[in-house]
């Protein structure tokens, strides 16, 4: 194995050669680099396998050194060199491919023995699922059988038990029980990524097994090889690292999320996994980090005083608070860190009460009840707190903004073109427009914006644009030009024309009246 070591103290480096020639049954070649630069000219001019690396060198550092390295020579492998005080750089060196780590203060002739085993069945990993005909480990399926089995009977079976079946090898003595999901943007089976973790597992030397739980998330089982918490925490992300080097390297999958679960014995692995899951879900729902996680997830969603709040809400016909009311509970769901399901399942409801009133049921506009319908779809659907609140506030917008027409006479299609006046008044807004937006014909929209606000579309925009010029006149110190040019007129000269129009002041004389 052509090894190319990298490290500004001499000392360090021939400590390193020594040991390395000591390696029974590897054959070594042994380069020596004393800065980055002399590493990209020494794996340019020979064939390297094995890169060992300080990560604080002059130059060009350890993790540069990498990332130009995994760009020009994809199949060389990486260790990092690492003081007490530099895991968060090597946490960042092994996010960026390197296999393992060594403090300088330890090396022993072990670990460098399993680094360049690791290193040969990273290699034998590679060769097995770059070829286009490699098969999931065929133990998979018994597994997730065994899993399905113990969660239908785990009063008849125990852990120790279950896990024995899984494998003989594996033990309740620091067991460590990780769950992981991927982003699945292809077709990749829940078997596929569970062997792919399983070979991961074990290349780098540890017992373990895995198997999905679903098409996009998976567990795995591994005996640590440490006893302190800390310590198993970062053999974990170590693990982690790799494999979701290795999730994109072979499967084009990026890892979502993982945590992990050391193993106690009050709690039984189903209900260790569970609440693993939970945590999961939740996190991905409200794109949370997982390892940041500490409060207890709350269970309750309080989702009565939210139907009672919306049925005296409509009783009173406030559109307005039912509105303001649902979207402070998805707001405080995060908040008291609700579970994911029991908040889809609240606005669930809520929603079913809203389609079924009164102005919903006697509706004769098919088009916003089926819209309004296809929005329900999308809550019960929706896999993030950004898209339940995103389309629960569609979906209020468009019930209130239909209720409010039904009351006031006017149709929806006025109703939301005065919505879209609203919001963008302080851009150029044409009758095209706003036509376009509401899905008529321009000259229709015409004729039914006056006949329904009794006044010219033109007259209507710019008086929207003359009240919000008098607020900011009132209230602020913008300049005239800053006034005409945030309310949407196009030059200071027009809007001061328009404005002595409508008010018979100027903008200047309006103000000085007003603002004493």
Request: aromatic content about 10%.
């Amino acid at each position: 194995m052509n090894i190319l070591i990298v490290d500004d103290d001499l000392l360090i480096r021939n400590w390193l050669k020594i040991l390395l020639q000591q390696i029974q049954n590897i054959q070594t070649f042994i380069f020596e680099a004393s800065n980055g630069q002399e590493a990209l000219e020494a794996c340019r001019k020979n064939s390297i396998e094995l890169v060992i690396t300080d990560i604080k060198m002059p130059v060009i550092n350890g993790l540069d050194l990498i990332e130009s390295l995994k760009k020009e020579f994809p199949a060389i492998r990486f260790c990092v060199l690492s003081s007490y005080d530099d895991f968060d750089y090597v946490k960042n060196a092994l996010k960026a491919g390197a296999l393992d780590y060594i403090l300088k203060a330890e090396m022993q002739l072990d670990d460098l023995s399993q680094i360049l085993v690791k290193v040969q069945n990273s290699i034998r990993m590679e060769k097995k699922y770059t070829l286009d005909n490699c098969e999931e480990n065929n133990q998979i399926p018994a597994f997730t059988a065994l899993y399905k089995e113990y969660t239908r009977n785990e009063e008849g079976i125990d852990s120790l038990s279950f896990l024995q079946r899984l494998s003989p090898a594996l033990s309740l003595d620091n067991l460590m029980i990780v769950i992981f999901t991927v982003l699945t943007e292809n077709d990749t089976s829940g078997e596929r990524i569970a062997s792919l973790a399983m070979d991961t597992i074990l290349a780098n030397n540890y017992n373990g097994i895995a198997f999905p739980l679903s098409h996009d998330s998976s567990v795995i089982f591994y005996n640590s090889a440490a006893t302190i918490l800390e310590d198993q925490e970062e053999e974990y992300i170590k693990l982690m690292s790799i494999l979701s080097n290795n999730l994109s390297s072979y499967e084009q999958l990026s890892l979502s999320d993982s945590i992990l679960l050391p193993y106690k014995s009050n709690k039984s692995i189903k209900s260790t996994i569970d609440s693993g899951v939970e945590t999961i879900d939740f996190c991905s729902f409200y794109n949370t980090n997982c390892k940041k996680l500490k409060l207890v997830i709350e269970q309750h969603s309080n989702k009565s005083v939210l139907y009672t709040l919306i049925q005296k809400h409509l009783d009173l016909r406030d559109y307005d608070k039912i509105t303001e009311d649902t979207l402070l509970f998805i707001e405080n769901a995060f908040k008291r860190q609700l579970i994911p399901a029991k908040l889809i399942s609240a606005i669930r409801g809520a929603v079913r009460i809203l389609l079924s009133s009164d102005i919903i049921i006697n509706s004769t506009d098919q088009q916003i009840v089926e819209k309004l319908d296809g929005l329900s779809e999308d809550i019960n659907n929706s896999k993030t707190y950004g898209d339940l609140k995103d389309t629960a506030t569609q979906f209020l917008k468009e019930y209130t903004n239909y209720a409010k027409s039904r009351l006031s006479g006017r149709t929806l299609s006025i109703q939301t073109a005065l919505q879209y006046i609203d919001d963008n008044y302080m851009n150029k807004i044409t009758l095209d427009d706003v036509a376009k937006y509401v899905y008529l014909n321009s000259s229709y929209l015409s004729q039914l914006f006056k006949k329904e606000m009794n006044v010219p579309f033109s007259d209507y925009i710019e008086d929207v644009r003359i009240k919000r010029a008098k607020l900011l006149l009132k209230e602020t110190d913008y300049s005239m030009n800053q006034v005409a040019e945030a309310v949407g007129f196009s030059t200071q000269n027009y809007f001061t024309r328009i404005f002595k129009k409508s008010t018979g002041l100027t903008p200047i004389k309006y103000r000085n009246i007003h603002s004493k």
